[in-house]
């Protein structure tokens, strides 16, 4: 497999679930990323992780928990969703922005969320 | 702080059509300038990119120029195909940050 994989593709979940999102990248790259992106509103970063450590984390409520457990993979437990949680979340991996590469992101094609 | 303006959409074209989508920003210091596309279904991928001043980026018929003095790096393609139908994203990285900026997307639609 080559890229950014998500799994999975699609879920719909009641807001008494507790469920993850898994995202995998193969590029070996050591930046990672969640993004919520929702219908007529601007793409929202929501975790960072760098050298699998958190960098970034953008007033995300608690009930989106993220967990890297190595450079190649990056997880989203969520649980006590609300339907406006209901989105595409993307997930994407790009090298340390520090490096010459110029810090362009490789995204996963999505899961899409809906919350009853 | 940092910020990407971009035209709002739907931009409609006629297949052949000459293609021009605004991109401005604010930004401290010197930012790398990136488009990115969202064909229906899929992520965003990396169309083009332009990490200095008058750099041009390009890729696939697209051109984007990075402007510093009108701070600008606007999309442009001669002649658009039906297969181009997609979301645009322009966004911008600041050196050394982990944070990329991204504008709110310009729909477009090509007719054949």
């Known amino acids: 497999e080559t890229g950014v994989t998500q799994t999975p593709r699609h879920l719909v979940m009641g807001m008494t679930n507790k469920k993850s999102l898994k995202c995998e990248q193969h590029l070996g790259h050591n930046a990672m990323y969640w993004y919520k992106q929702s219908a007529k509103k601007p793409l929202e970063l929501m975790f960072v992780?760098?050298?699998?450590?958190?960098?970034e984390n953008n007033s995300v409520p608690s009930r989106f928990s993220p967990e890297c457990p190595n450079s190649s993979h990056l997880f989203l437990h969520l649980h006590t969703l609300q339907p406006e949680d209901s989105a595409l979340y993307l997930c994407?991996?790009?090298?340390?922005?520090?490096?010459?590469?110029?810090?362009?992101?490789?995204f996963g094609p999505g899961t899409r969320l809906t919350v009853l | 702080g940092n910020s990407v303006t971009q035209m709002e959409g739907p931009v409609t074209l006629s297949e052949e059509a000459f293609l021009t989508i605004n991109c401005t920003y604010t930004a401290t210091g010197y930012p790398s300038l990136f488009w990115y596309v969202q064909y229906p279904g899929e992520g965003l991928q990396l169309l083009l990119k332009a990490t200095k001043a008058d750099d041009k980026g390009s890729n696939k018929g697209f051109e984007a120029t990075y402007r510093k003095e009108t701070t600008s790096f606007h999309l442009e393609k001669g002649s658009v195909q039906v297969s181009d139908s997609a979301v645009y994203f322009c966004a911008l990285r600041n050196t050394g940050g982990f944070k990329t900026i991204f504008g709110a997307g310009t729909r477009l639609f090509v007719k054949a």
């Open positions: 994407a991996s790009s090298q340390d922005p520090s490096g010459r590469t110029g810090g362009e992101q490789f």
């Open positions: 992780y760098s050298l699998e450590e958190r960098v």
